[in-house]
């Protein structure tokens, strides 16, 4: 996952994963290359009720927030990343705009916990591309869209 956060053209996130985030990555050692991307690459940020945003190449999305995840996609050399932001990432996925799903089960029960795909999530096959697991236990599945 270090990979892949380190290569990524950008990310996008909802608010509640930027305020999350923008109090502890600013902050981290920047010799880290991962927090250094994180630092440095593209951030655009959905949210109804921000109006600034502090963390540094970060941008607020306008309230067509597909259309602007089109062009930021059409734009972007290289992957954009939704990291946490379940409610954001639930409208991508309404707007059929996630190319790849990168799914982590851990190796631990908790017997509740929010839902990843809400009720009425419109059916869309997808197709196991890889699978890695961690020296901790952690799958790492990767999606793809597949026909049909």
Same mark, same amino acid.
């Given at each position: +996952?270090?990979?892949?956060?380190?290569?990524?053209?950008?990310?996008?996130?909802?608010?509640?994963? /930027?305020?999350? #985030?923008?109090? !502890?990555?600013? /902050?981290?050692? *920047?010799? *880290? @290359? $991962? $927090?250094?991307? +994180?630092?440095? +690459? @593209?951030?655009?940020?959905?949210? &109804?009720?921000?109006?600034?945003?502090?963390?540094?190449?970060?941008?607020?999305?306008?309230?067509? $927030?597909?259309?602007?995840?089109?062009?930021?996609?059409? &734009?972007?050399?290289?992957? %954009?990343?939704?990291?946490?932001?379940?409610? #954001?990432?639930?409208?991508?996925?309404?707007? *059929?705009? %996630?190319?790849? /799903?990168?799914?982590? %089960? #851990? @190796?631990?029960?908790?017997?509740?916990?929010?839902?990843?795909? *809400?009720?009425?999530? !419109?059916?869309?096959?997808?197709?196991? $591309?890889?699978?890695?697991?961690?020296?901790?236990? %952690?799958?790492?599945?990767? /999606?793809? &869209?597949?026909?049909?």
């Amino acid at each position: +996952m270090s990979d892949s956060i380190a290569g990524a053209a950008g990310l996008l996130l909802g608010r509640r994963t /930027y305020e999350i #985030f923008t109090a !502890t990555w600013p /902050y981290a050692d *920047d010799t *880290d @290359p $991962v $927090v250094a991307a +994180m630092n440095t +690459m @593209p951030k655009y940020v959905a949210s &109804r009720t921000l109006t600034h945003l502090e963390w540094a190449n970060s941008t607020l999305l306008g309230a067509d $927030v597909a259309a602007e995840v089109i062009g930021i996609k059409d &734009r972007a050399d290289g992957e %954009v990343l939704v990291l946490g932001s379940g409610e #954001f990432l639930r409208t991508l996925i309404e707007h *059929d705009l %996630v190319d790849e /799903y990168r799914l982590l %089960v #851990f @190796p631990l029960l908790l017997g509740g916990g929010k839902k990843l795909f *809400d009720d009425g999530t !419109t059916r869309r096959p997808l197709a196991l $591309v890889d699978t890695t697991a961690s020296t901790s236990g %952690v799958l790492i599945n990767t /999606y793809r &869209r597949a026909d049909g």
